[in-house]
């Protein structure tokens, strides 16, 4: 199973034993053994999703992971697109803990003084500021671009010329919008409707109807507003594949 990613404990260690509930660090899901002796870690990237299943209800055939309950519910994973990124693992609680330690604080927590301390440590740009996961733990590429967008702030942008009251914004528009975007999700709401800014090219802005562009960086396509987040500015390629020609 390309999707598994550990072996020592093998999956077949979770035989017989309860899940103790579940819980998040940053964009990992954590399932812990009620014996506390292993955990049950899946990443879903990002294309992969992941829903139980009650016992007897009709599931996809294939898969990327399964888990099967004793009652014959079912916690499933499914993985969108070609690249297949999504992983699960097994761990003792300690080596997890030191896997995952290169995680920075919450996002949906920050406080504005935490966040202007990091911003501060180093020149970066916005958006793959708030992507890093040892920076700020929980925000993807999808909600950078939500983020940004309701902050009015560029994605290129450096984290070191930011003034108090845009870092205050940022901290701010950061809890606000990730707290949204959980109740939608709970809710069901898909992407189509769960974003304002993201994939959606061409479209009016929410905040002021300038259309939405769109630019490449490093990996990642940002969606962004040339009126109220670049100030009339359009924002020129920077697609590390292109820079290497």
């Not at 009650?54 to 697109?81: I, S, Y």
Request: charged share 30%.
């Amino acid at each position: 199973m390309a999707t598994l990613k550990t072996f020592d404990p093998p999956l077949a260690a979770l035989d017989g034993r309860q899940l103790a509930g579940a819980r998040r660090r940053g964009k990992h899901l954590l399932f812990q053994t009620d014996d506390g002796e292993l955990v049950l870690h899946v990443h879903l990237m990002s294309a992969g999703r992941i829903r139980y299943l009650e016992p007897g209800a009709k599931g996809p055939k294939t898969p990327a992971f399964r888990l099967r309950f004793q009652d014959g519910g079912e916690l499933v994973l499914t993985e969108g697109g070609p690249k297949k990124r999504a992983k699960v693992g097994v761990w003792r609680p300690d080596e997890l803990e030191a896997e995952l330690a290169h995680l920075g604080p919450e996002a949906d927590g920050i406080e504005t003084e935490t966040l202007r301390e990091i911003l501060r440590a180093e020149g970066r740009r916005l958006h793959p500021f708030l992507r890093d996961q040892r920076a700020l733990a929980g925000i993807g590429r999808a909600w950078s671009n939500e983020i940004l967008n309701r902050a009015r702030l560029s994605p290129y942008a450096l984290s070191t010329e930011l003034g108090d009251e845009e870092v205050e914004r940022l901290a701010a528009t950061i809890r606000d919008t990730l707290a949204e975007g959980l109740e939608l999700r709970l809710d069901g709401t898909g992407d189509a409707k769960a974003y304002r800014v993201h994939d959606r090219l061409g479209e009016p802005c929410p905040n002021c109807g300038t259309p939405i562009a769109r630019v490449d960086f490093e990996e990642h396509t940002i969606y962004y507003c040339p009126d109220c987040q670049t100030g009339g500015r359009v924002l020129k390629d920077r697609r590390l594949s292109r820079l290497l020609r």
